[in-house]
C-alpha cells in the first residue's frame, strides 16, 4: 500500500515534518487477490519509507530494521497506537506497507496472505 501525504509541520527552530500511518483505514483497499484485507491481531507488519530520507525517528514500539523498515508483530489494529514517523525539512512522505496473517507466519516460508509492495 503507497500512500503519498503532505504533512503538518511542527514548531521548531527547524521544520520537522510528520507522518502518522493508520493501522485500520486503507488495508482493505487493495484487491483481494492481492493479498488485500483488514490487518488483524498477530499480523506481521512491515512499512517502507520511502520519501523523505532521511529519517530523524520512527515510531515507538516498532523495531527499526534499516534506515528507512520498520517492523513489529502487532495486537488488535483499533488498540495500536498508529505509528508516526519524522523528518526534517519533510516534503511529501511515501510509506509502503506489507503484512502477514499470524497463521502463515513460520521460518523459511514466504507464502501466506501477503500485501504486495506497488513501488
Known amino acids: 500500500m503507497a500512500v503519498t501525504v503532505h504533512p503538518a509541520s511542527a514548531g521548531s527552530s527547524r521544520s520537522m515534518g510528520t507522518f502518522t500511518m493508520s493501522l485500520i483505514q486503507g488495508w482493505d ?7 488485500g484485507r483488514p490487518l488483524a491481531a498477530g499480523d506481521l507488519v512491515v512499512l517502507e519509507v520511502r520519501k523523505p530520507l532521511p529519517i530523524a525517528a520512527g515510531p515507538s514500539g516498532w523495531v527499526w530494521a534499516t534506515d528507512r ?3 513489529k508483530i502487532i495486537g488488535p489494529p483499533e488498540q495500536e497506537q498508529p505509528p508516526t514517523f519524522y523528518a526534517e525539512d519533510a516534503g511529501e512522505w ?4 506489507y503484512a ?3 497463521d502463515q507466519i513460520r521460518p523459511f516460508d514466504d507464502s501466506g496472505s501477503a ?5
Not at 483497499?29 to 493479498?35: F, H, N, Q, S, V
Not at 511515501?94 to 506497507?97: K, M, S, V
Request: charged share 25%.
Open 100 to 102: 502477514i496473517a499470524s
Open 29 to 35: 483497499l487493495i484487491k483481494a487477490e492481492d493479498g
Open 115 to 119: 500485501v504486495k509492495w506497488n513501488p
Open 69 to 71: 523498515i520498520f517492523y
Open 94 to 97: 511515501e510509506i509502503q506497507g
